[in-house]
Nanobody, 129 residues
Framework: QVQLVESGGGNVQAGGSLRLSCVAS????????MAWFRQFSGKGREDVAF???????SYAESVKGRFTISLDNAKDILYLEMNNLKLEDTAMYFC???????????????????????RGQGTQVTVSS
């Protein structure tokens, strides 16, 4: 059974930075895609960034140039470096994982994190002015 545990959220002023972490355990070694998505207080949801085991990445337009997703395969930790945070980045951030797939397949099949089998419990990010 895959377990994902996020950390690193908190309160930050606009323009500031945070780094989120997601420790993964129990997944099958092999092809996988991991991702960050966020859920806003109004229940809207957005896929923020994807990465696969080969290091290929994809970002939402709203975070391009500000957020960086990375994966430490040796430690099984997913990161999201968030810079120049804006008020509209306030949300609960979740990591998600899908085994046996590449990022090219996720994008080509127009999949989203709602299609992923595993997700964590989330970590809150609040950006204030």
């Amino acid at each position: 059974q895959v377990q994902l545990v996020e950390s690193g959220g908190g309160n930050v002023q606009a323009g500031g930075s945070l780094r989120l972490s997601c420790v993964a355990s129990g997944y099958t070694i092999g092809r996988k895609v991991m991702a960050w998505f966020r859920q806003f207080s109004g229940k809207g949801r957005e896929d923020v960034a994807f990465i696969d085991g080969d290091g290929s990445t994809s970002y939402a337009e709203s975070v391009k140039g500000r957020f960086t997703i990375s994966l430490d395969n040796a430690k099984d930790i997913l990161y999201l470096e968030m810079n120049n945070l804006k008020l509209e980045d306030t949300a609960m951030y979740f990591c998600a994982l899908e085994n046996g797939i590449t990022l090219a397949s996720v994008l080509g099949r127009h999949l989203s994190t709602t299609d992923f089998a595993f997700r964590g419990q989330g970590t809150q990010v609040t950006v204030s002015s």
